[in-house]
Nanobody, 117 residues
Framework: EVQFVESGGGLVQPGESLRLSCVAS????????MTWVRQTPGKGLEWVSA????????MYEDSVKGRFTISRDNAKNTLYLQMDSLKPEDAALYYC??????????WGQGTQVTVSS
């Protein structure tokens, strides 16, 4: 059974940082591209970042470029999203998902990020 356990969300002030983690199980993690997406009531579902299986390719949505860093540790079956210089508009429920280019077949339960002063 494919499973993801996300963690690391929380309440921070603008300008602060968070690191999200996503521990995967039930499939060969080191063979899969992975993605972070986020969801808000106002914007709906938004793609944030993706990484290929061996970390040689990373991609970012324009609004997070230079502030967010996606990475993975295949030995630990874990995906990360380092989020720096957080803005109120980054507040969302963040999910990790297997796949890339919109072809995501499994999702985690999400971790909530709140950015507020």
């Amino acid at each position: 059974e494919v499973q993801f356990v996300e963690s690391g969300g929380g309440l921070v002030q603008p300008g602060e940082s968070l690191r999200l983690s996503c521990v995967a199980s039930g499939f060969t993690f080191n063979s899969a591209a992975m993605t972070w997406v986020r969801q808000t009531p106002g914007k709906g579902l938004e793609w944030v970042s993706a990484i290929n299986s061996d970390s040689t390719i990373t991609m970012y949505e324009d609004s997070v470029k230079g502030r967010f860093t996606i990475s993975r540790d295949n030995a630990k079956n874990t995906l990360y999203l380092q989020m720096d210089s957080l803005k109120p508009e980054d507040a969302a429920l963040y999910y990790c998902a297997r796949g890339s280019d919109g072809a995501w077949d499994y999702w985690g339960q999400g971790t909530q990020v709140t950015v507020s002063s």
